[in-house]
Structure formats: C-alpha cells, structure tokens
C-alpha cells in the first residue's frame, strides 16, 4: 500500500537550517509530483512547495521563497525540504503528498503522517 | 495567494445535510476543476474526500458531493453522521501553477 513517511522534524532555533525527508512506498515515486504542505499549531493547512515528477519544475509559496528548497531523489524514492534562515512563523507539521495526474485530472491524493517543526530560541 | 474562504464553523444533526462553501477568484476556482475537499479529524492527516469538483475517491461515501459554480466551490454532506465530525479544507489549482487552500471548516455534528 502506498506510504509516504516524513522525517527530519524537530526543534531548532531561529535564522537556522532544517532538511526534512520524505520516503516513498507502494507506488511509482518518479511518475508523480510531489509537495510539502505546513499546518501551524491550531491553525489550517497552507501549501508550501511542488516538484515535477522529474525535478524540472518547482514552485513556492511566496512565504517561503528564496528560504526553502524542495528537491527529490527518485533513486531513492524520497522528497525532500531543504528549510533555511527559519523563523518562528515556520512552526508547523509538515506534510507530504503526491500529486496524482491522470488525463489532465489532478489532486493530491495521499499524504504523510507529518512532521513537527519547531522553531524557538 | 490568498487563502479561498471557508465559513469557520458549521453545523447539523444526525441525518441532516449541511453545505460548506469555498470562494476563490477568478485565478484559482473560477478557472480549474482542479478543486479538492480534504477531511481532517483532529490530530490525524487531512484524507482526500473530492477531487476535480465533483468526483470521489473509491471508499468515501456518497453522502459526500462537490460542486462549483463560478468563483465558489461546495461541499455537500448528506445523512450526516457522528463520524463526520471533523475540520474540511478546499483547496484549488492556481494560474501561477500552486495550490491554494480554503482556511478550514469545523464541522459539528449535534
């Protein structure tokens, strides 16, 4: 079955650096594209990040852009946040999910558990 | 990019039917069919309830229908039951190739 697991999360201080992770399982990791969405504590879910299935395009929430890097390994089946210069508004559980597209219909049909961020002094 | 808006809180009784709206604009909404509802009970991942305004993944039940009409989207649960008590999100393709998402419904059910 299909599993998406993040990992990487924790606490860090601001202006610091954070690399989260994503393994795949149980589908086809290089034919789908893939994002990262953040939900703040108490807060609703706000989308960060998307990637090609091939890593040739990406695309940012303009709260993150010029901080956070998504990349992908698809020899490893895994998707990753490069997250730097955090602040305390990063705070968040981080999802991933995949980016089904078939005949031009798309949505983000599974997502991760989630990892919790925390960015405090 | 703006978050779509959502009502914060809705209501109903077992059996009832309650309709949870998702205005976006003309960039987002108002141009794709790309438009989801995820349903998150607390504590867990959101799970994808509609996709593409109107079509639901295998598992989810019909009681649970999509809608768009211009720049709003809708959610439709019918029958509702003590199970259905969660926080529904929309979210919707963007022009400028995102996603944006609505800022969350709670639903409680009576």
């Known amino acids: 079955q299909v599993q998406l697991v993040e990992s990487g999360g924790g606490v860090v201080q601001p202006g610091r650096s954070l690399r989260l992770s994503c393994a795949a399982s149980?589908?086809?990791?290089?034919?789908?594209?893939m994002h990262w969405v953040r939900q703040a504590p108490g807060k609703g879910l706000e989308w960060v990040a998307v990637?090609?299935?091939?890593?040739?395009?990406?695309y940012y929430a303009d709260s993150v852009k010029g901080r956070f890097t998504i990349s992908r390994d698809n020899s490893k089946n895994t998707l990753y946040l490069q997250m730097n210069s955090l602040r305390a508004e990063d705070t968040a559980v981080y999802y991933c999910?995949?980016?089904?597209?078939?005949?031009?219909?798309?949505?983000?049909?599974?997502w991760g558990q989630g990892t919790r961020v925390t960015v405090s002094s | 990019q703006s978050a779509l808006t959502q009502p914060p809180s809705v209501s109903g009784s077992p059996g009832q039917s309650v309709t949870i709206s998702c205005t976006g604009t003309?960039?987002?909404?108002?141009?794709?069919?790309?438009v989801s509802w995820y349903q998150q009970p607390p504590g867990t991942a959101p799970k994808l309830m509609i996709y593409?305004?109107?079509n639901r993944p295998s598992g989810v039940p019909d009681r649970f229908s999509g809608s768009k009409s211009g720049n709003t989207a809708s959610l439709t649960i019918s029958g509702l039951q003590a199970e259905d008590e969660a926080d529904y999100y929309c979210s919707s393709y963007t022009s400028t190739s995102t996603l944006v998402f609505g800022g969350g419904t709670k639903l409680t059910v009576l």
């Open positions: 149980g589908f086809t990791f290089s034919s789908y594209g």
């Open positions: 999910a995949s980016w089904r597209c078939t005949n031009g219909v798309c949505y983000l049909d599974y």
């Open positions: 593409e305004v109107t």
């Open positions: 003309s960039s987002d909404v108002g141009s794709y069919n790309r």
């Open positions: 990637i090609w299935y091939d890593g040739s395009d990406k």
